[in-house]
């Protein structure tokens, strides 16, 4: 099938009556007059210029669509100095690129064919283009890889990127616009349909551009917002030169009961909509959304009561604003906003977003919704726990498979013993670790002592699997990811050893910036491991939206034995992830009937007291362990 529709007429029909399918205006013919402007350079197309001849019988049809489009650009170049526009055509097809090449000249743009994937990345930056129109399918390479590779350069994470596909699994779009694309047409596409979508893209994306205030300002494609890398790069800034002023945590409320209610398209939209009434309210301090639910704001040169004024206006505005959800539908939100002077004592950007995401946990508790950061005289104490005079310690137990393997496999559960000997549980420690704004630190601690146990199994020749949670607060820093990836290369461990537990509620919640964590990680061979699943929609969904391995179901269903109902949705869930080329986990199993019930389920591991009960040991004999 042709990439480019270039009419909808049957094909006995006269070529006159084709040609004029789609009529071009009454001064067209200007164009090849004595007084007609300057012709546009020709175009460089990087293979095969000798295959142009044989495309140009088709490129004719699609002309003829394009001259609307040629007038309206002449007049618009004439008027304001604009430079043509510039597409950048990756398709293998050498016919189907230089048809599209022909119809975008006839507009009066430039375009350029690159049929090599590997060649890409240096026509980009040789040809400068203002939008990639790229295929899907081609040998060795697809477009989404390709895609996912362009987005990694920071220079060229604004680049437009529109598919041209053939491809009618309806589900491709999703997957595409997921790679990083901005767009997604399919073939056969008539001309002006092309053209308009083409030139709409690049027009948007050249208007956007002068919003920049600094020649540093990096916007965010969608939103317009400043990228949360261009906010903390500010903030370094403003802690390095001691400019005084403040920094405001912005976290939306309800966002989990949101999420399931609406959909993960509405939501998304929603956070969006809610970070322009807010980049209002801040202006003209720059606001970046930091995760799936929290903005960040840095305000210069406000004192004290400036800042609590500026953080009571910014959660007021929230809460004013009717947000659409749906076409009969709209909802106002509510939220708590945290904020802390800089530079104060701040060392760097790191404890000073520490500092604000505490002071946003003091705020949901606050009438006003608004609290400011003060450090604690005793710092990381809370509710009688003293993070100082405690001693991190790792406990261990066993994930068995049901059908026998030697490879041992651990969940890990931290502990923290103070002074006087007694044992605190993660269910204490993590929380007054956050409130401490020392989760971060914790979560690295804990990794680092994970790491060691691989690192040190990996050299003794024994093969190990630990199965780790972190805070999404840390997986959400992309220093973090950064710091744990040199972490695993410097210790040389194979990180498929290495599993990360992303708790259910915690992923519906920051499916975005866990996605993009996960994605970076996958590099280094890192798995994932969803835990606490149960089923619905928005839960469901995350199978596709998150590179997982393994899925742990909720606790509850360890009593599925006595629940008929619940034993039937448990098999639905580990049908749906067998299906999904997932592996699946059940917990607590504390009894024979409870392991039955899991094994008829088609589960593949269980874990519980029935096999081990926590302990510090790392002996289980896996080899014996069968079901």
């Known amino acids: 099938m042709s990439a480019i529709e270039p009419t909808s007429r049957p094909q006995d029909e006269p070529l006159r009556s084709r040609l004029r399918a789609e009529k071009p205006p ?10 007609a402007p300057a012709e546009e350079p020709a175009i460089t197309t990087v293979t095969a210029a000798a295959d142009t001849a044989a495309a140009e019988p088709r490129a004719a049809e699609g002309n003829a669509a394009a001259a609307a489009a040629v007038v309206a650009n002449d ?47 240096a026509a980009i930056e040789r040809f400068k283009p203002d939008l990639v129109l790229m295929d899907l399918h081609m040998p060795g390479r697809d477009g989404m890889s390709l895609t996912m590779q362009i987005r990694q350069r920071p220079d060229l994470l604004h680049l437009p990127i529109v598919f041209l596909t053939g491809d009618p699994d309806p589900e491709r779009e999703y997957e595409v616009l997921e790679s990083g694309a901005d767009d997604f047409l399919t073939k056969p596409i008539r001309p002006r349909h092309l053209i308009a979508a083409v030139s709409n893209r690049i027009q948007r994306s050249r208007q956007r551009t002068p919003l920049a205030t600094a020649p540093q300002l990096a916007l965010n494609p969608e939103t317009g917002l400043p990228t949360r890398a261009y906010l903390m790069l500010q903030l370094g800034n403003a802690l390095e030169e001691k400019t005084p002023g ?30 322009r009434q807010l980049a209002l309210a801040a202006a003209p301090h720059p606001l970046a959304r930091l995760n799936d639910n929290s903005f960040l704001v840095l305000a210069k040169d406000l004192d004290a009561e400036a800042m609590a004024a500026f953080a009571s206006r910014l959660r007021e505005q929230l809460g004013l604003h009717d947000f659409p959800v749906r076409t009969d539908e709209t909802l106002r939100l509510g939220g708590a906003v945290g904020y802390a002077a800089v530079p104060h004592t701040f060392s760097d950007t790191g404890s000073a977003l520490e500092a604000t995401e505490r002071a946003a946990l003091l705020a949901r508790q606050q009438p006003e919704g608004v609290a400011a950061y003060t450090p604690l005289e005793a710092s990381g104490e ?6 100082l005079d405690t001693a991190l310690e790792l406990a261990f137990q066993p994930i068995v498979s049901v059908a026998g393997n030697s490879l ?28 401490a ?46 710091w744990l990836l040199q972490a695993i290369a410097e210790r040389g461990i194979e990180g498929t ?30 798995q994932f491991c969803l835990s606490q699943f149960e089923p619905g929609r928005e839960a469901e969904a995350l199978l596709t939206q998150l590179p997982l391995g393994y899925l742990r179901v909720a606790s509850r269903y360890a009593t599925a034995h006595h629940d008929p109902a619940l034993r039937d949705q448990l098999r639905g869930m580990i049908d749906l992830a067998h299906r999904m080329g997932l592996q699946v986990i059940g917990q607590q199993i504390e009894d024979p009937q409870a392991a039955a019930a899991m094994w008829m389920g088609g589960v593949d591991f269980i874990q519980g007291n029935l096999v081990q009960g926590v302990g510090s040991d790392l002996g289980f004999d896996f080899q014996n362990a069968v079901l």
């Open 408 to 435: 041992a496999q651990y969940q890990v559960f931290l502990r923290m013993r103070q002074a006087d000997g007694t044992l605190v549980p993660a269910a204490q420690a993590v929380p007054a670790a956050e409130m």
């Open 497 to 526: 050893s290495l599993i990360i537990d992303l708790r259910l509620d915690d992923a519906l919640i920051h499916s975005v910036t866990l996605r993009q964590f996960c994605n970076r990680l996958m590099a280094a061979g890192v």
């Open 26 to 35: 009454s001064h067209y013919w200007r164009r090849w007059t004595d007084d």
């Open 246 to 275: 403040g920094l405001f945590f912005v976290e939306i409320s309800g966002t989990l009961g949101l999420r399931e209610r609406y959909g993960y398209a509405n939501f998304e939209n929603l956070m969006a909509a809610a970070g």
């Open 437 to 482: 704004g020392r989760i971060v630190e914790l979560d690295r601690q804990v990794m680092e002592r994970v790491l060691d146990l691989l690192a040190q199994s990996q050299s003794d020749g024994r093969l190990l699997r630990l199965f780790v949670s972190q805070s999404p607060r840390s997986l959400a820093r992309e220093t973090f990811a950064d």
């Open 75 to 121: 007049t618009r170049k004439h008027e304001t100095g604009e430079t043509p526009f510039r597409i950048l055509i990756v398709e293998d097809d050498r016919g189907q690129a230089l048809f599209a090449q022909s119809v975008l000249h006839g507009a009066g743009m430039q375009a350029e064919v690159e049929m090599a994937p590997d060649a890409v990345i």
């Open 382 to 387: 809370e509710d009688g726990i003293s993070l």
